[in-house]
């Protein structure tokens, strides 16, 4: 089913599929929202939840106009659509805008949904967007998970991984191996922080698995490290 959200400045599409059970919100890759999110939603809301996944870049435009024009499981046209401002984009989504838009989201979540503790699941940089809402919303989610999640721990003074001390969550974190943009050294370091700030969590690397591992669109998914996420966070579910 799809919505159209009313925002503070502007309307913003999503993705909703089941309705009256407990919320999960899908935070999209930096792709976008597209069938394959659509098709994630689906296959979650398929163990018995209500998903809805938004157009995160809705203030750069719809879906359709920023969706890639190629096939992304062909590496070249990956590399294309990945040089065409798509981290522009990224970059321009702030800590402020996001807590500004994950307000908005989690209402429009609790409409369709039956007010049990919701769980945030994100994708590449949508990892670093739910854990920030984690932040931001510690009475009104209860689970974040976070796979082939990037730049989670950085010398930015807004690094992601500095809002973990308001995180009440629990946290899954499916890691990419060989990842440049989270390497082991930043796993580590997030791991020490959920460590220290008391955070339950479950983190681990996804051996062999590629930055992008979840989306079947992209000459990045693997199969089997897709598969163990989808396991993995259907645990966390169920934990809820």
Known sequence: MELTIDMPAGAAEASLAGSGRPGVLLFMDAIGLRPQIEAMAERIASWGYTVLAPNLFWRDGSAADLA????????????????????????????????????????????????????????????????????????????VGMFHTGGIVTDDPQSPHLVVPRVRARVLAGHADNDHSNTPEQIAAFDQVLRDCGVEHRTSVYRGAPHGYTMADTSMFDEAAAERHYAELRELLASV
């Open 68 to 143: 890639p024009r190629g096939d992304l499981r062909d590496p070249q046209e990956r590399e294309r659509f990945f040089a065409s401002g798509v981290m522009d984009r990224v970059r321009s989504l702030t800590p402020d805008l996001i807590r500004t838009d994950t307000r908005v989201w989690l209402d429009t979540l609790a409409d369709h949904a039956d007010g049990s503790p919701v769980t945030v699941t994100g994708y590449c940089f949508g990892g670093r967007v739910a854990l920030r809402a984690a932040a931001d919303f510690p009475d009104r989610i209860a689970a």
